[in-house]
């Protein structure tokens, strides 16, 4: 089971809310987290594998700018749990961040028809497709 919470701020960082309703989430079990926002047209990601408090004193989660933003943590299905495969996943250009909770039954067959069209994937998670196909 995964924990997801993204939202929307007129006058404030994201990051810090996000980070904690991640917290609030973490009775229900994970292996990684991470968050992504937007700021100035940029898309920023932090992520690894580890407890919340231990990615947040390695990468500080409340550091990154953006009003808008989302945040994940990770119970693997698919991949092992290392930092690649944490959530949010990126496109090959990283204009979009993706977080999923659930299977993609065919992922293999979906990665191998990006693959063949010149996608490259950073990690081993169903979840990345979803980055690739939008």
Same mark, same amino acid.
């Given at each position: 089971m995964c924990g997801i919470f993204g939202c929307v701020a007129k006058n404030r960082k994201v990051a810090p809310l996000i980070h904690a309703a $991640?917290?609030?989430?973490?009775?229900? +079990?994970?292996?990684?987290? +991470?968050?992504a926002t937007i700021h100035k047209g940029m898309l920023y990601v932090k992520k690894d594998s580890g407890k919340i408090d231990d990615v947040h004193n390695m $990468?500080? $989660?409340d550091? $990154?700018?953006?009003? @808008? +933003? @989302? +945040?994940h943590t990770r119970w693997a299905t698919h991949g092992a749990p290392y930092k690649e495969n944490a959530h949010p996943h990126v496109d090959c250009k990283e204009e979009l961040a993706v977080v999923h909770n659930g299977i993609i039954e065919n992922f293999a067959e979906l990665r191998k028809e990006l693959e063949d069209r010149g996608h490259v994937f950073r990690s081993k998670t169903d979840t990345e497709v979803i980055a690739h196909l939008i």
């Amino acid at each position: 089971m995964c924990g997801i919470f993204g939202c929307v701020a007129k006058n404030r960082k994201v990051a810090p809310l996000i980070h904690a309703a $991640l917290k609030r989430l973490e009775y229900r +079990g994970y292996d990684s987290v +991470g968050v992504a926002t937007i700021h100035k047209g940029m898309l920023y990601v932090k992520k690894d594998s580890g407890k919340i408090d231990d990615v947040h004193n390695m $990468l500080n $989660l409340d550091d $990154l700018s953006g009003r @808008i +933003g @989302i +945040g994940h943590t990770r119970w693997a299905t698919h991949g092992a749990p290392y930092k690649e495969n944490a959530h949010p996943h990126v496109d090959c250009k990283e204009e979009l961040a993706v977080v999923h909770n659930g299977i993609i039954e065919n992922f293999a067959e979906l990665r191998k028809e990006l693959e063949d069209r010149g996608h490259v994937f950073r990690s081993k998670t169903d979840t990345e497709v979803i980055a690739h196909l939008i």
